[in-house]
């Protein structure tokens, strides 16, 4: 198991932006991102290879979040521009689970979230 941490959660208006960091020793790990809104399935937005350069996303975000890491800072991000009320929710990183997969059940280490509110 990898001890994740997220940062960066904020409330923000229709329209802005946040960059959420996950920190952690991530080196070779398959990384994702993921966000429960209340109510609902924990669902995956964003998954990255161990590398860098081969990324997934979920249709609804494609376009407006970048999914990025860097190794030698054991950080990955998610920038989100263009946010709307329905990106509300706690947003988790997670490691160690199936490259390139969006099912939170291919996961076994969760950060405790980040709490995204974006207000219309």
């Known amino acids: 198991q990898v001890q994740l941490r997220e940062s960066g959660g904020d409330s923000v208006q229709a329209g802005g932006s946040l960059r959420l960091t996950c920190t952690g020793d991530i080196y070779g790990l398959c990384m994702a991102w993921f966000r429960q809104a209340p109510g609902k399935e924990r669902e995956g937005v964003a998954a990255i290879y161990p590398g860098g350069s081969m990324t997934k996303y979920v249709d609804s975000v494609k376009g407006r979040f970048t999914i990025s890491r860097d190794n030698t800072k054991k950080t990955m991000s998610l920038e989100m521009n263009n946010l709307t009320p329905e990106d509300t929710g706690m947003y988790y990183c997670?490691?160690?689970?199936?490259?390139?997969?969006?099912?939170?059940?291919?996961?076994?280490?969760w950060g405790q979230g980040a709490r995204v509110t974006v207000s219309s």
């Open positions: 997670a490691a160690t689970g199936s490259c390139g997969s969006l099912d939170p059940s291919q996961y076994k280490s």
